[in-house]
């Protein structure tokens, strides 16, 4: 399979269907994201919103890549990687992470953090292969109540 990766410039009705395909297999409590939203991702600055695809077809996957500045240097995270359950184990997750790696580099950054739920278990095979490394350190979360 040729998989293609480019960066989502503007949002079509494409992209937002197949958002509504993509978001229930990446996440079953969140909704996934309107036109709008989806919008205010591409025109952010910190926010490079990657899709994959095979041969020109329909998007297959997506990754969500934030750079962003503190003191200590430009920093970058890999965020909500998903794959189209039909076309698991073809190179998507893997093309969608290469290429989110050499944007990062490419914007100064010396290291990519994600992370992933122990759960998803070929997701972390593939990270590992992929040369990223298990860090030990504690995540904390503060959830506000709505």
Known sequence: MA???SEVTSVDEEL?????RLGPQLSGSAPPPEA?????IVASPATVLL??????GPILGSLSLVLFRIPTGTRAIIEDVVTDDA????GVGSALVKEAVRLA???????VDLTSRPSREAA?????????ELRETNVYRYSSED
């Open 36 to 40: 709008d939203e989806l919008a205010e």
């Open 3 to 5: 998989v293609q990766v």
């Open 87 to 90: 076309a698991r184990r073809k």
């Open 16 to 20: 937002v269907e197949a958002w509504r």
């Open 105 to 111: 580099e490419e914007g100064g950054c010396r290291s």
């Open 124 to 132: 972390n095979r593939l990270y590992q292969e992929l040369g990223f």
């Open 51 to 56: 899709v994959a695809r095979e041969n020109g």
